[in-house]
C-alpha cells in the first residue's frame, strides 16, 4: 500500500521559511523520482522540485535559489525546505512519487495536499 503523506505546511509571512516533509510509504527511492508540485486556486497544477533516486535535484525558475529538495533514505522521506516566501507561493502543496515507465507498469502516487499560506 503506498501512501504519501504531506506536513509542514501553514500560514508563514513573507521571507519566512518553513519545511515540507512527504512521508512515503510504500515508496522504494531506487525506483521512484519523487517531486513536489504546488496547485493555487484557479491555477494548474505545477511542479516545484523533482529529485532523482541517484539525487539529482530539478526546480522549477519560479523556485530556483529559495526551495531546496532532499530525500532522506532511512526514513523514506522527502523534504522541501522554502525559504524567502513569497505570497505568489500560496497553493497547495502535493508530494508525488513517479516511477518514470508508461503504460501498464506506469506508477504515479499523489499525497492529499497541505496547504501553505504566504501572508502578513
Known amino acids: 500500500q503506498v501512501q504519501l503523506v504531506e506536513s509542514g505546511g501553514g500560514l508563514v509571512q513573507p521571507g519566512g521559511s518553513l519545511r515540507l516533509s512527504c512521508a512515503a510509504s510504500?515508496?522504494?527511492?531506487?525506483?521512484?523520482?519523487m517531486g513536489w508540485y504546488r496547485q493555487a486556486p484557479g491555477k494548474q497544477r505545477e511542479l516545484v522540485a523533482t529529485i532523482t533516486s541517484g539525487g539529482t535535484t530539478n526546480y522549477a525558475d519560479s523556485v530556483k535559489g529559495r526551495f531546496t529538495i532532499s530525500g532522506d533514505n532511512a526514513k523514506n522521506t522527502v523534504y522541501l525546505q522554502i525559504n524567502s516566501l513569497e505570497p505568489e507561493d500560496t497553493a497547495v502543496y502535493y508530494c508525488n512519487a513517479n516511477n518514470l515507465l508508461s503504460g501498464y507498469y506506469a506508477r504515479r502516487y499523489w499525497g492529499q495536499g497541505i496547504q501553505v499560506t504566504v501572508s502578513s
Open positions: 510504500g515508496i522504494d527511492f531506487r525506483i521512484y523520482t
